[in-house]
């Protein structure tokens, strides 16, 4: 079956510190992969993806996710976290030939000063 | 509109009630699709359309709930006879092309609670 899976619901870090959020799919030949995030009260934004080509993907904000085709894994860091980094981040992947996304359950990060 | 607009925001159903929600994509834009989001979860896909056709209607949960974009444009979600367990934040997306070509944008989501 189609899935994705986040391990961490919650994610608590001190502001500077560098943060990891984790995400596993289910093996495909062909897979697009996206991170969306969701700030308080507001909607689902697009945070980066990855296509193909470079495995490495970066966002404006300083977020990296590297596709790692061996692993199913495709993961979110970044090296300082920022207090406005709080917000809930999913992982999500579009299979070869289907149009439809399949989210993980998210991965709520919290950053203390 | 500059974004994805939901109607209503928030929405209170008493159950078996019937419930319409309505979602403006952006001007232009070819694919829509409906997710279902429960509280503390990830969105669930629920419907897909490429402008008039409703192509991919699998995550539907039921046949109580009816989504129809009649001109290619707005897309209505409707829910028959409401169920506590209907109770969620439903999301509208659009994108421009497929979803691997072009990002996908979401509205702020309709909040439904059914008492």
């Known amino acids: 079956a189609q899935s994705v899976t986040q391990l961490d619901s919650q994610v608590p870090v001190f502001e500077e510190a560098p943060v990891e959020l984790r995400c596993n799919y289910s093996s495909s030949v062909s897979v697009y992969l996206f991170w969306y995030v969701q700030y308080p009260n507001q909607g689902l934004q697009l945070l980066l993806k990855y296509l193909s080509g470079s495995t490495l993907v970066k966002s404006i904000n300083g977020f990296e996710a590297e596709f790692n085709k061996s692993q199913t894994s495709f993961h979110l860091r970044k090296p300082s976290v920022h207090i406005s980094d709080t917000a809930e981040y999913f992982c999500a992947v579009k299979y070869g030939g289907t149009d439809k996304l399949i989210f993980g359950t998210g991965t709520r990060l919290q950053v203390f000063p | ?115």
């Open chain 2, 1 to 115: 509109g500059a974004g994805v607009s939901q109607s209503p925001r928030y929405k209170v159903a008493k159950r078996g009630q019937d419930v319409a929600l309505r979602c403006d994509p952006i001007s232009g834009h070819v694919s829509l699709f409906w997710y279902q989001q429960a509280l503390g979860q990830g969105p669930e896909f629920l419907t897909y359309f490429q402008n008039e056709a409703q192509l991919d209607k699998s995550g539907l949960p039921s046949d109580r709930f009816f989504a129809e974009r009649p001109e290619g444009s707005v897309s209505t979600l409707k829910i028959q006879r409401t169920q506590q367990e209907d109770s969620a934040v439903y999301l509208c997306a659009s994108s421009l092309e497929r979803v691997d070509n072009s990002p996908l944008h979401f509205g702020n989501g309709t909040r439904l609670t059914v008492t």
